[in-house]
């Protein structure tokens, strides 16, 4: 039996880690090879507080954040009846904060206190009281939410599974499984029900497999599953992955008695004898780079990998490296795409499109650019550029009289800018700094974008209505619930998607539903937009029909800001501008 025994540390935070883990995780590195081994877990404030259950580490660290000041007395007196043998420092975020806590049970610390002979002193004279074995407790692999493994449980069975299955020649299938818009619950039911559905959704999930097949939840709403199979390793991960979205689908009940539908993603890959070279984190990266292809496609689906998925990781990684200073360096510009009067055929709005140029020419689709910005967050500070840019330009266009205070802007916005608190902050500051009429500004929103309709952002688009701004539903007709939108939301405009414009020509059945959102849209007093016009012929029908307004390349395709203004002089027989 090894000798080596190990010592545990938890470190909890409030909302992101911060200098105090890179502080303890720096010293263990520092220290590898001496007695005893150290192993640092985390885990956010919110699931640790709503943890029940006693705490099995050595050492226990809780960042408290100014806002949770009020609650340190309150958590060390439960500790101390739940946890009586496990050290607890709180770190406060200041030391005039440690007057305020009276008869505490447990140390304080501030982050000037976490140094190299702070931690000597706690790892080392502490672990001289205990003696464990190498293998690592049960405490360390249970997440104590669910009650399924965790992020080192999995870590661990799946390196034994890959010996068992090198061995005995079998196979394993990995799910990795993301609840799609998860946050949407904690922002707008809170965090406790937040976490019943994460408790009722792991029961789901033990519903779709074998007793024997190992569940583990590895981050706040992510879950995997490791399953072993002797053989038809593919058909497995078919069948298990097609339950679970069907069962996701039909939703969840918690115990308060709320019932929640939150489909998922999942993505999938498969260790077979041919595949033997592979480690534990190769499967596991593999199978994230397949969720993430599910999720940039909308999610709730779920996707096998194969090795083109790995190619497009690794373009998204080098994207992403490069994306981080493409905004300071100018990389980043607007193009417009005129918008016509159905009725005149002049010019009457523009629709402003991002676009990325590298500084080797190289140009990157918004397909493959957009999904990045909103998962680093970048689209907030991007995209209010958008809007600020585009009404700086449409300003310029009234100032140079090529247009006037009837023709608009149209900017199209993700719905994780809706999310932002600041947004509508933003809004009316680039409104004011360009002194452009809150009706000249179209915001547009994607259909199948908006299909959680949380609460949050239901209040956004009302305020952003409240401004006077214009809202306009792109993609129209694609979605799940197009009906139910223009009964909900405050919508202007109707876009009709170009889908169904460019099979216009060949299927009777487009024309008919052509025809039917046309004539529902004006018996709702709204607007109609047909993108995709690329011929006289559907720019007809679509003139019959009393469509509003056509957009496409029959009249112009994207172009510069200046192009525009030359395009838009032309088809409206407006005066030259002397200068731009």
Not at 173 to 188: K, M, Q
Not at 284 to 305: D, H, P, Q, Y
Not at 389 to 416: F, G, K, T, Y
Request: charged share 20%.
């Amino acid at each position: 039996m090894n000798s080596f025994f190990e010592f545990s540390i938890l470190y909890s935070y409030q909302n992101s880690p911060c200098q105090a883990e890179h502080l303890i995780r720096g010293f263990v590195d520092k220290n590898k090879g001496r007695p005893p081994k150290v192993n640092v877990s985390t885990v956010e404030n919110s699931e640790l507080i709503h943890n029940p259950l006693g705490l099995t580490f050595d050492l226990v660290f809780i960042s408290m954040g100014e806002s949770e000041i009020n609650r340190v007395n309150e958590l060390s007196n439960r500790f101390s009846e739940t946890s009586p043998r496990t050290p607890i420092i709180f770190l406060l975020p200041h030391k005039s904060y440690v007057s305020t806590l009276n008869n505490l049970s447990h140390q304080t610390a501030t982050l000037d206190d976490i140094n190299d002979d702070f931690l000597a002193e706690k790892i080392y004279n502490h672990s001289q009281q205990h003696t464990y074995l190498s293998s690592t407790p049960p405490s360390l692999t249970i997440d104590a939410l669910t009650g399924l493994g965790n992020r080192r449980g999995v870590f661990e069975h799946l390196n034994h599974a890959i010996e068992h299955s090198q061995l005995y020649h079998s196979e394993l299938v990995l799910l990795y499984i993301n609840c799609d818009n998860f946050n949407v619950i904690n922002e707008s039911l809170g965090y406790r029900s937040g976490d019943l559905f994460l408790s009722s959704f792991a029961g789901l999930l033990r519903s779709t497999v074998a007793e024997s097949d190992y569940l583990a939840r590895v981050t706040a709403d992510e879950f995997m599953i490791v399953i072993n199979s002797n053989t038809d390793a593919l058909d497995i991960a078919t069948l298990i992955s097609q339950k679970i979205l069907q069962a996701s689908r039909n939703g969840v009940f918690l115990s308060t008695g709320e019932f929640l539908e939150i489909p998922c993603s999942i993505g999938v890959t498969l260790y077979t004898p041919e595949r033997e070279h592979l480690s534990a984190e190769n499967l596991m990266r593999e199978a994230r780079i397949a969720l993430n292809s599910v999720k940039n496609r909308g999610g709730n689906a779920f996707k096998i990998f194969h090795s083109d998925l790995g190619r497009i990781a690794a373009r998204r990684i080098n994207l992403l490296n490069k994306i981080r200073n493409a905004l300071q360096r100018r990389e980043f510009y607007l193009n417009y795409q005129p918008i016509m009067d159905a009725s005149t055929d002049r010019v009457r709005g523009f629709e402003a499109l991002l676009r990325w140029q590298l500084p080797d020419g190289e140009r990157i689709p918004p397909n493959e650019f957009i999904p990045i910005l909103e998962e680093t967050g970048m689209i907030h500070v991007l995209g209010s550029w958008v809007i600020t840019q585009a009404c700086e330009d449409l300003s310029r266009m009234i100032q140079l009289r090529v247009i006037d205070n009837r023709h608009w802007m149209s900017v199209n916005v993700s719905p994780i800018q809706l999310l932002d608190h600041s947004f509508t902050t933003r809004l009316q500051q680039s409104l004011s700094q360009t002194q452009i009429n809150p009706s000249q500004l179209h915001i547009e929103l994607t259909e199948s974008s908006l299909m959680e309709n949380s609460e949050f952002t239901l209040a956004t688009l009302a305020d952003i209505k409240q401004i006077g701004c214009h809202l306009s539903l792109d993609d129209f007709g694609v979605g799940y619930s197009s009906m139910n939108y223009l009964r909900i939301l405050p919508i202007d405009t109707l876009k009709i998607d170009q889908s169904f414009i460019r099979n216009y020509e060949g299927d009777q059945s487009d024309k008919a539903i052509i025809r039917t959102m046309v004539s529902l849209a004006h018996n709702l007093s709204k607007k109609v937009v047909a993108e995709g016009v690329e011929t006289k012929k559907v720019a007809n029908f679509l003139k019959q029909r009393r469509c509003d307004y056509l957009q496409g390349y029959l009249y112009a395709k994207p172009m510069s800001f200046p192009e525009l203004v030359e395009f838009t002089q032309a088809k409206n027989h407006a005066p030259k501008a002397a200068r731009l």
